[in-house]
T-cell receptor, first 113, second 112 residues
């Protein structure tokens, strides 16, 4: 079972460039999330979606956008990357959406230079 | 505000028992989760507590006291493979999604 697949696994990006991190799940979970993980700060929620067609802002949404065109895909876009967006990004889903454990993808390591 | 505190690092000996504490202050409470994360890997679910008391699952147990804003994860019969970060996370509200708030994690080193 694939679960949640993220791509790319790692990427080096020049500041000012745009980047989309892809996330696909095959569990048919309604709720999906994007977190970033930084040393000393833990996992912080960027954006979330409780069902296809709806999204919401988490704790650190600035500089990021998401879309949820269907149940399976939840891409995260950085329109103009800055060095402070260097991080490891984790996509997750949950079922039931409001109380279930989060299932995480393997992460995407992004370095912005 | 939202605040979750746990020790940064702990060291324990193979075969021993270790307790990792977590205290939280959040605007609401809809459950507490523990996750394990090995270096370079994704977090994986360990336990969930929503009512006071102890939940046991094999070598791992988790305790919750809602009145004290306190939880602990107990690991018994430690093995070398238990060396990892342990993340405490709180579900702050009963909304449509489970927007977990994570602590910064406790890095556990198990020594022979």
């Amino acid at each position: 079972t694939a679960g949640i697949t993220q791509a790319p696994t790692s990427q080096i990006l020049a500041a000012g460039r745009s980047m989309t991190l892809r996330c696909t799940q095959d569990m048919r979970h309604n709720a999906m999330y994007w977190y970033r993980q930084d040393l000393g700060l833990g996992l912080r929620l960027i954006h979330y979606s409780n069902t296809a067609g709806t999204t919401g802002k988490g704790e650190v949404p600035d500089g990021y956008s998401v879309s949820r065109a269907n149940t399976d895909d939840f891409p995260l876009t950085l329109a103009s990357a800055v060095p402070s967006q260097t991080s490891v990004y984790f996509c997750a889903s949950s079922d039931p959406p409001n109380t279930g454990e989060l299932f995480f993808g393997e992460g995407s390591r992004l370095t912005v230079l | 505000g939202q605040n979750i505190d746990q020790p940064t690092e702990m060291t324990a000996t193979e075969g021993a028992i270790v307790q990792i504490n977590c205290t939280y202050q959040t605007s609401g409470f809809n459950g507490l989760f523990w996750y394990q994360q090995h270096a370079g890997e994704a977090p994986t679910f360990l336990s969930y507590n929503v009512l006071d008391g102890l939940e046991e699952k094999g070598r791992f147990s988790s305790f919750l006291s809602r009145s004290k804003g306190y939880s602990y994860l107990l690991l018994k019969e430690l093995q070398m493979k238990d060396s990892a970060s342990y993340l405490c996370a709180v579900s702050p509200d009963g909304g449509a999604t489970n927007k977990l708030i994570f602590g910064t994690g406790t890095l556990l080193a198990v020594q022979p």
